[in-house]
């Protein structure tokens, strides 16, 4: 096997599937390997390039067989999928992982290191959380309101509600029904800690991060979107303009054009949701809070032709190019002097 150059591996839990080919794309090897068996085969292997797609494991194996001196190559699944012959299986997906890898045309996914993957674990972990003090906090708010007590949308007027239950001279809540909803107070005051505590390890790892630091100087984001970009974007040299890197995160509109004539609709919401909706959500914060932004000729001119929502998507495209332009130039922003 020492005239493989290529070779396409399907990823799973337990069974991997490979498919080699030498430099006249031939089919060489192609075979079934247990988990225990990926790495011995790659290491009897001459240096080779391999493809695999950047789904669910896929960094770890990419860099573990960068270590035993492979060229890996992570390719989005949606880019693969052209390539499938005929019925989908686990060897077909292999040899159009294969085929996929050498097509000059392609476009890659860097491999992110093991210190990117924890900062994004905390991410996934702290968004976990949110949405199930969400889930309680709205189950408190319902079973409260069947006894008549009903308090205004927000996080913070929860606690209003908390106070209730926990009061215990409070005859407007039975006895058996308070013992219920101290349970789920319970509960969100517990997931609120936790929150907080994942909240102190971001703010650290953004202290250490330089890349981090220097996308928190940019009107709108903070530690938590500064530090879920660096983590997310590994080579902001992979993007060849700030356009590009807003397209990615979908915030530019969805295309249905044909016969030269272009039909434009809302966004396309490709890419990764998590960044997109970080983004939208403080382009709403800064259009509300931030004087600045409201003296802005821009935004001014934006608010009085499109809806706000409108306005707040533009808003977040273009930070996520101020975002790409910072990464990719090593400089932290530098404000422009609005003229009177």
Known sequence: MSNITTIGLDLAKNVFQVHGVDETGTAVVVKRLRRSQVSGFFASLPPCLIGMEACATAHYWARELTELGHTVRLMPPQYVKAYVKRNKNDAADAAAICEAVR?????????KTADQQSALLMHRARDLLIRQRTMLVNALRGHMAEFGLVEAQGLH???????????EKDERIPILARQALKIITDQISELQTRISEIERQVLAWHKDNPVSQRLATIPGIGPIIATAIAATVADAGVFRSGREFAAWLGLVPRQSSTGGKARLGGISKRGDSYLRRLLVNSAHTVLLCWKAAKADPWVLSLRGRKPRLVVAVALANKTARIAWAVMSRQETYRRVAVAA
Request: charged content about 20%.
């Open 103 to 111: 097509r000059p045309s392609m476009r890659f996914v860097p491999v």
């Open 157 to 167: 007027k929860v606690v209003g509600l908390i106070a209730i239950v926990l009061d």
